[in-house]
Nanobody, 126 residues
Framework: QLQLVESGGGLVQSGGSQRLSCAASGSTLEYYDIGWFRQVPGKEREGVACIIRSGEYRKYVDSVKGRFTISRDNAENTVYLQMNSLKPGDTAVYYC???????????????????WGQGTQFTVSS
């Protein structure tokens, strides 16, 4: 059973950078597409970015394009989310999720992902 654990959350000032990590255990991450999601109280969980199992295709939502970069190291069984030019609106609980990868594309749509981490709180102060 694939298990995911996020880390790297905390408090950062507006304009700063932070990298979140998603470490996998129980299975080999190279078989899975990975998505990053975030959620604030009272709102639905929204997709941020995704990356296919090979790393050759990545997708970002408009609000983070040019600021966030998703990457993966299959040898380390870890996926990363590098976040730059941070804004207070990026404050949320961040989750990584996985789905068995079978195609050349991915979408950061939560209904498609089967395995979820517990989330890590990330706050951007103004």
């Amino acid at each position: 059973q694939l298990q995911l654990v996020e880390s790297g959350g905390g408090l950062v000032q507006s304009g700063g950078s932070q990298r979140l990590s998603c470490a996998a255990s129980g299975s080999t991450l190279e078989y899975y597409d990975i998505g990053w999601f975030r959620q604030v109280p009272g709102k639905e969980r929204e997709g941020v970015a995704c990356i296919i199992r090979s790393g050759e295709y990545r997708k970002y939502v408009d609000s983070v394009k040019g600021r966030f970069t998703i990457s993966r190291d299959n040898a380390e069984n870890t996926v990363y989310l590098q976040m730059n030019s941070l804004k207070p609106g990026d404050t949320a609980v961040y989750y990584c999720a996985a789905v068995y990868g079978a195609g050349p594309l991915c979408r950061p749509s939560r209904e498609q992902y089967a395995y979820w981490g517990q989330g890590t709180q990330f706050t951007v102060s103004s």
